[in-house]
């Protein structure tokens, strides 16, 4: 080494550029010899356990059965791996008929009460995993080891045990995990508790309600939320109340909820939520009126189909096309509200469902009137034109929408009629400013322009909406 | 005189070296630890059932420019994903070949009066096309404004879900790639942000009607070269800097982003040279202005496929347009250099961006030249010169097997004893002479942006069209 600065030299220059090179190498072939190793280490493994599955396999009913004594697998940690990965493999496939064979086996082989050993007494990821094998097990006795594992300092071992009680998937384990979550004791990411309870509750859905009219705030959003997906015809009166619930989030749960209730029950309360002053929440009343069969539906829909919100709109629109009979009224109807967004939305959706021409031709093909009329606008401009001075229609309409406020129960009414009479009553004028406004904007091709004009419309209508509401 | 700079300069890039090897030895051993942890929390994650309910909805963005050939395989592939809340926006980008006609005429779609909001300014869209086959699918015709980010950000307005996730149309997604990227998300829905999943070669791979049928290494050198580029890329530099919530780039070919935040940032900015990495570095900034706790996470086992150029020249172009858009983000962002505000964005990525990414060609050609120099006038000795050298070589390939191990480890895309001794092999000549090209491209691409072209040159692409077709 003829140069280099005079501290580096002092650090030995060259002796570290020869140690780092000796280090690198070594380094290269430590790690070459161990991919290699690990190939032949992990061949060698998987040869074994192939031939040990087999041998183990040829001997499964006698081991289910317990005729094969415990201690020729259950002393050889090698096959009571494979045998615990069958059984439990075969727990989460089977049905209830077939389960307590399988438990049989986990409890006389004691592998259930190795593992709830390991899940109280080991640490890391022995513990982790052995409370998810024990989740896997769907045996009642594993949840005891499961709840404790909750109160863990670790977030990852209560993840764990969460998940363990998700697969378990029954009440019991349900109710820890419920009573933790409302008392604001149990931190673990909204997805996978919202699975648990999901998975807990999906037999008796009932079971949430209690929690969910103790929990408050973002607790209660969750529950309610779970409920949303779970409910059925039993839950009918208490989903009517949470549908009147001050947080929208679980005014839109109760929505998705009632479309499993029957249609007599929901249809009033789904009516009112389809008016709310969240978007959301009109979106999923509207989504839920479209699966339900009640005669008077098409009313509530066509409201929606004007609504302010695109996707409330597109939903209803959806939903309108797909109605069996009466088409061609309800198309008389859309035009009707004067509304050129509700119109191209329907007929757009009418098109996807290739019904189109059979709402058309009960209108007396007003299609052809249009020359060149290949495209929803085209035929939209000719329906219009076909409807003009048609007014009649839109009072006929009118009177059929009041005439739906007579089927809403009283307590509902109270609670909502002024306060949704207000909103319609500004609702209408918004519309009947749109209809304007987009006819002044050439074309629905610039959409930019289309955009830009009627948001703005709209800041405008929203600020207005604000100070009338502060004036009150 | 002379003779003293060169002593200084030798210094100075012995020092540079050495800082740099040990941040990629300290980088390796943080991703080996992350990755094993990976393995671990999967076990979990997979009993989160991918078909839950809860699961959140995901806009998925095809930008698509002269896609003509393999559109349709690709987004039949797109939307089989197994994911069940699933929007699939193609942006047909002013195409001047058929793209836009195979789209319509395959998935039986029609113009749709739906709004459209720009919320992030955009070239005109002139249609939006739904399909009557497929719910999900919505198409954006708009005219062309010469880059990818104008087409992803018409799809970001058009979209209706919370998360965006933007995919090349020339790529494949694995099946269960959205659900394993969206754990990511879903472990903090809070903090994360964006997450970014693995990109790796397709090249060599049997891909039958977009869909990856066997995974084979690339049989040319220089795609099995960049295979070990983007391992070690992507399963040490991104995994490790995650793990610091430093991550500095989510790759274009395959990322999810929160909706509104991409919004309020003005979504990817449409002059930028590499957008992906200017999103993510503006991201960091508007965050960090708005002192918000975040996350920006990455996922190493979601898998998009993507074709790399397999010729010197589409290769070439590549890299100079990724160090053009490396510099032109860097220098647009250099007011968050060392600023307290910034944090460790402005105190440590940042500036390993500038020094050991951005400047390291500069540096390099000027470190072997005063280093040659230094021998033929005798200041250095030809041993040193070769041990350095030497050290260089052995270092930076240490790390390239590494990445291998990390591979075989945990992912085992390449099974086969062939490929794996083929993969170890090539980390031999990743360092040299691979590195030295690439330090040259960089360099033209530098020179290039100083001279302020920033012209996109298309890639030659060949096999996964056709493939994809065949």
């Known amino acids: ?472 | 005189m002379i003779l003293q700079f060169l002593q200084v300069s030798n210094d100075s890039l012995f020092v540079y070296y050495l800082l740099s090897n040990l941040i990629n030895l300290a980088l390796l051993i943080v991703a080996i630890y992350k990755n094993s942890l990976h393995r671990h929390r999967l076990a979990g994650v997979r009993m989160d059932s991918a078909a839950s309910p809860f699961s959140p909805p995901i806009s998925l963005l095809v930008p698509a420019h002269n896609e003509e050939l393999g559109i349709v395989a690709n987004v039949n592939s797109l939307l089989q994903l197994d994911y069940p809340e699933l929007e699939v926006i193609v942006v047909n980008d002013g195409s001047r070949d058929k793209t836009l006609e195979t789209l319509v005429k395959s998935f039986h779609m029609h113009r749709a009066p739906i709004v459209y909001i720009s919320e992030i300014g955009t070239a005109s869209v002139t249609a939006i096309y739904r399909s009557s086959a497929h719910p999900r699918l919505l198409v954006l015709d708009k005219e062309s404004a010469g880059c990818k980010a104008d087409a992803i950000n018409a799809g970001i307005n058009a979209a209706t879900s919370p998360y965006v996730c933007v995919v090349d149309a020339d790529s494949i997604l694995e099946k269960d790639s959205l659900s394993r990227i969206m754990a990511g998300v879903m472990c903090d829905p809070e903090r994360v942000v964006a997450v970014g999943g693995i990109v790796r070669i397709l090249n060599g791979s049997k891909v039958e009607g977009a869909e990856l049928k066997e995974v084979h290494l690339p049989r040319k050198h220089i795609e099995l070269l960049q295979v070990i580029e983007y391992l070690r890329a992507f399963l040490v530099g991104r995994e490790a800097w995650a793990g610091f919530n430093l991550l500095p780039i989510i790759s274009g070919a395959f990322g999810i982003f929160r909706r509104d935040l991409v919004l309020k940032i003005k979504g990817f900015r449409a002059d930028a040279v590499g957008e992906d990495f200017d999103l993510i570095v503006r991201l960091h900034r508007y965050l960090l202005d708005h002192d918000t706790e975040y996350h920006i996470n990455f996922i190493p086992d979601p898998t998009c496929w993507t074709e790399a150029p397999s010729d010197y020249g589409s290769l070439a172009r590549q890299r100079a347009r990724w160090h053009k858009g490396l510099l032109d983000t860097l220098w647009a962002t250099r007011d968050m250099l060392f600023r307290k505000r910034y944090g460790r964005v402005g105190w440590v990525i940042l500036p390993y961006m500038w020094l050991f990414e951005c400047l390291s060609p500069l540096l390099e050609v000027v470190g072997y030249t005063t280093m040659i120099l230094a021998a033929v006038c005798g200041c250095l000795s030809h041993e040193f010169f070769l041990e350095f050298l030497l050290f260089g070589y052995a270092f930076a390939t240490l790390i390239s097997v590494g990445s291998v191990l990390l591979e075989e480890m945990n992912y085992r895309r390449y099974s086969r004893w062939r490929e794996v001794a083929l993969l170890l092999v090539y980390c031999l000549f990743e360092h040299l002479p691979y590195r030295q090209l690439t330090m040259l491209w960089r360099l033209r691409g530098m020179w290039e942006y100083l001279r302020g072209d920033v012209r996109w040159h298309e890639l030659k692409r060949t096999g996964v069209s056709a493939q994809v077709e065949g």
């Open chain 1, 1 to 472: 080494m003829v140069s280099g600065s005079s501290w580096l030299n002092d650090l030995g220059y060259a002796w570290l550029v020869v140690r780092a090179i000796l280090f690198s190498l070594v380094g290269i072939l430590l790690l070459v010899g161990f991919i290699v190793f690990r190939r032949w280490y992990r061949g060698r493994y998987f040869d074994r356990l192939s031939r040990r599955t087999l041998a183990l396999r040829a001997q499964w009913p006698e081991i289910l059965s317990g005729a094969t004594s415990g201690t020729a697998w259950r002393l050889n940690s090698f096959d009571c791996r494979i045998v615990e990965d069958i059984l439990l493999d075969s727990i989460q496939v089977c049905d209830e008929e077939q389960l307590p064979t399988f438990l049989i086996c986990l409890r006389n082989s004691g592998l259930l009460d190795l593992r709830v050993r390991q899940a109280r007494s080991a640490e890391g990821w022995e513990q982790r995993s052995a409370l998810l094998a024990l989740g896997r097990t769907r045996a009642p006795e594993a949840v005891p080891a499961l709840v404790e594992a909750l109160g863990s300092p670790s977030e990852e071992t209560i993840v764990a045990a969460v998940r363990g009680l998700s697969r378990i998937s029954s009440p019991q384990a349900a109710m820890p995990l419920l009573e933790l979550f409302v008392s604001e004791q149990l931190n673990v990411p909204e997805h996978i508790l919202k699975n648990a309870l999901l998975n807990c509750c999906r037999r008796n859905p009932a079971l949430l309600v209690p929690y969910l009219n103790s929990a408050q705030g973002r607790t209660r959003e969750l529950i309610a939320r779970v409920l949303g997906e779970l409910a059925n015809p039993s839950l009918g009166e208490d989903l009517l109340t949470l549908a009147a619930d001050p947080l929208p989030e679980v005014r839109a749960s109760a929505a998705r909820a009632l479309a499993r209730v029957p249609p007599e029950i929901s249809f009033p309360v789904l009516s009112i939520l389809a008016l709310d002053t969240e978007w959301f929440v009109r979106l999923r009343a509207v989504i839920a009126l479209s699966t339900i069969e009640h005669h008077r539906k098409a009313y509530v829909l066509l409201r929606a189909l004007c609504d302010l919100n695109r996707h409330v709109r597109q939903r209803a629109a959806w939903a309108l096309a797909r109605v069996h009979q009466g088409k061609e009224e309800i198309l008389e109807k859309v035009v009707a509200t004067r509304d050129n967004y509700a119109l191209q939305a329907f007929l757009s959706e009418l098109e996807r469902d290739d019904s189109l021409d059979e709402a058309l031709d009960g209108l007396g093909k007003v299609v052809n009137q249009a020359a060149g009329a290949a495209d929803v606008e085209g035929v939209a401009a000719a329906v219009r034109k076909h409807f003009a001075g048609r007014g009649t229609v839109a009072a006929a309409m009118n009177d059929d929408l009041v005439e739906e406020e007579s089927v809403m129960p009283d307590d509902f009414v109270l609670q909502y009629d002024l306060p949704g009479l207000e909103r319609r009553g500004s609702l209408d004028s918004a519309l009947d400013g749109r209809g304007n406004i987009v006819d002044r904007v050439p074309g629905a091709t610039a959409v930019e322009d289309a955009a830009e004009v009627v948001t703005k419309y709209f800041i405008g209508l929203d600020k207005a909406g604000e100070g009338n509401r502060r004036q009150q």
